[in-house]
């Protein structure tokens, strides 16, 4: 079973950044292809970033050239960099790992 912890969320004003980190225990996520995916109030959760187990990267439209995903396979850890923030990255922020486990969330605020 496969444990994910997010962190690395909070409150930045439009044009700031953050970096999200999600960290795993009880699997090796080198195998795997990992994903961040967020969800604002009152909408579908929606895919935001996506690295393959060989590093190949994707990205939704509204984040390219903002957003980047990494990985440390020897840390078991994935990472979101975000950048030139604006409100509408305003949600919870969850990583995935495989399309089947997923970690608690973290809240991203983009606010004045």
């Known amino acids: 079973q496969v444990q994910l912890v997010e962190s690395g969320g909070g409150l930045v004003q439009p044009g700031g950044s953050l970096r999200l980190s999600c960290a795993a225990s009880?699997?090796?996520?080198?195998?795997?292809?990992l994903y961040w995916y967020r969800q604002a109030p009152g909408q579908p959760r929606d895919l935001v970033a996506r690295?393959?187990?060989?590093?190949?990267?994707n990205y939704a439209d509204s984040v390219k050239g903002r957003f980047t995903i990494s990985r440390d396979n020897a840390k078991n850890t994935v990472w979101l960099q975000m950048n030139s923030l604006e409100p509408k990255d305003t949600a919870v922020y969850y990583c995935?790992?495989?399309?089947?486990?997923w970690g608690q969330g973290t809240q991203v605020t983009v606010s004045s």
């Open positions: 995935n790992v495989a399309g089947s486990w």
């Open positions: 690295i393959s187990w060989d590093g190949r990267t």
């Open positions: 009880g699997g090796v996520l080198s195998l795997y292809d």
